[in-house]
């Protein structure tokens, strides 16, 4: 879910988000003000109102889960209306907020909440542009593992309670065992494989999301390992590891997909390709992805997911909200509605997103705990709590820095 920061004016933005309507200011933008309260007087301030969420809209399962399940409880249990604003980039909306910062709008903002990590994050944290220190008002903020460093800091930046989290996700690779034995188990077995089996295997052209990860994944091998790349941006420790990843990732284009002249624009097209048996080797940033795509039929029932022995990408994904939304109330009941442990675990189904969760699900009532764990995993599934070999995402400035040398020296050639 991260993507470059990209100016958009908010008319094109509005045309293409029918979900939108604009706010009403039915609580107080006044952040300090709310902070004052109980968490009961910030549920009858939230009454009656409503809250503007903009969120990645790509996903028909996501966005049913969002508008039908989510906006059914705000309506039903707090009397708050739920305006789905769906985009296509992220950086849309924090270009929203950063527009109405340098114009001076302090209380009325458009954008009431964000789904939101990586460098977004950062910018809007580093920008002032993000409302802090309110998690612990949130009575479900009791089920967060803020321990966990996976959870505490965003790609490296400590989130310093200007986010909440929602879900935890994690890279895996796919194929079919009726066509392929054994799949390879590291990044080094993989270009092997590559290269003994040409055309059988690619990924999206960055800063692609899902093709940005996978070079992420391929950068760490050549930096000897992550632990090498952690911190803040380092341009030395960058060059040494870039010399070596530009030279694989080059090295194994004449053995990738249409001899790697041309690579998919984004994820459909490589699912396509997966589902079409172009190639034989797929990766995707969503575990719950592969066993979706079965269950609609686009990939056959022999498909299955696994981690490579060398570990996986790994990171927490979360919701914002901007300094200057007018429906802050409505903002922390939304936000401690998807906190819950019924909540996470209805879009913990299969049939409903597959996502793992965001919370511990051990700190919720037994009985969510017990449906949780009773859930019929997809064959095809890694376990929810398996999250052996997860390997933390770097901060901004290194995936900036990764994303453009691979359009330089990769892409371009």
């Given at each position: 879910m991260i993507n470059k920061i990209k100016k958009l004016s908010l008319g094109a933005l509005f045309a293409s988000s029918v979900a939108f309507s604009p706010a009403t200011y039915a609580d107080t933008a006044d952040g300090a003000s709310l902070m004052s309260k109980s968490w009961d007087e910030i549920v009858d301030t939230a009454k009656g109102g409503e809250v503007n969420w903009f969120l990645w809209g790509g996903s028909d399962t996501i966005n049913q889960y969002v508008s039908e399940y989510v906006g059914g409880i705000l309506k039903d249990q707090y009397d708050i209306t739920l305006n789905r604003v769906p985009l296509t980039d992220t950086a849309a909306a924090v270009n929203i907020v950063l527009s109405e910062k340098e114009s001076g709008v302090t209380d009325k903002g458009t954008v009431d909440m964000i789904w939101i990590n990586g460098e977004n994050f950062k910018t809007m944290k580093q920008g002032d542009m993000a409302w802090c220190g309110y998690v612990d008002k949130l009575p479900n903020n009791k089920l967060v593992n803020w321990n966990n460093q996976a959870i505490a800091n965003d790609f490296g930046v400590p989130v310093d309670g200007c986010e909440s989290p929602w879900n935890t996700a994690h890279s895996v690779f796919a194929y079919d065992p009726a066509t392929m034995k054994k799949p390879p188990m590291s990044i080094a077995e993989l270009i092997d494989w590559i290269k003994a089996n040409p055309g059988m295997f690619t990924y999206p052209a960055p800063p692609d999301f899902t093709g940005s990860a996978f070079v992420r994944h391929v950068f760490y091998h050549a930096a000897g390992g992550v632990e090498n790349l952690l911190g803040p941006f380092d341009q030395a420790r960058y060059d040494e590891a870039a010399k070596n990843a530009w030279k694989i990732l080059n090295d194994l284009e004449?053995?990738?997909?249409?001899?790697?002249?041309?690579?998919?624009?984004?994820?459909?097209?490589?699912?396509?390709?997966?589902?079409?048996?172009?190639?034989?080797?797929?990766?995707?940033?969503?575990?719950?992805?592969?066993?979706?795509?079965?269950?609609?039929?686009?990939?056959?029932?022999?498909?299955?997911?696994?981690?490579?022995?060398?570990?996986?990408?790994?990171?927490?994904?979360?919701?914002?909200?901007?300094?200057?939304?007018?429906?802050?109330?409505?903002?922390?009941?939304?936000?401690?509605?998807?906190?819950?442990?019924?909540?996470?675990?209805?879009?913990?189904?299969?049939?409903?997103?597959?996502?793992?969760p965001g919370i511990e699900m051990d700190r919720t009532d037994p009985a969510i705990l017990a449906a949780f764990n009773a859930i019929e995993k997809h064959p095809a599934a890694i376990p929810m709590d398996n999250t052996d070999g997860a390997l933390p995402e770097l901060q901004g400035g290194w995936v900036t820095a990764i994303e453009k040398g691979w359009i330089e020296n990769v892409g371009s050639n």
């Open positions: 004449p053995h990738l997909w249409r001899e790697g002249k041309t690579y998919p624009p984004n994820l459909s097209q490589l699912t396509q390709l997966f589902a079409n048996t172009e190639i034989s080797l797929y990766f995707n940033y969503n575990p719950a992805n592969v066993a979706t795509e079965i269950s609609n039929g686009v990939f056959p029932d022999s498909v299955r997911t696994y981690r490579m022995d060398d570990g996986n990408l790994g990171n927490t994904n979360y919701t914002i909200i901007p300094f200057n939304s007018p429906n802050k109330a409505a903002a922390l009941v939304l936000q401690n509605v998807l906190l819950s442990g019924e909540a996470q675990l209805e879009k913990a189904k299969p049939a409903v997103w597959g996502t793992n």
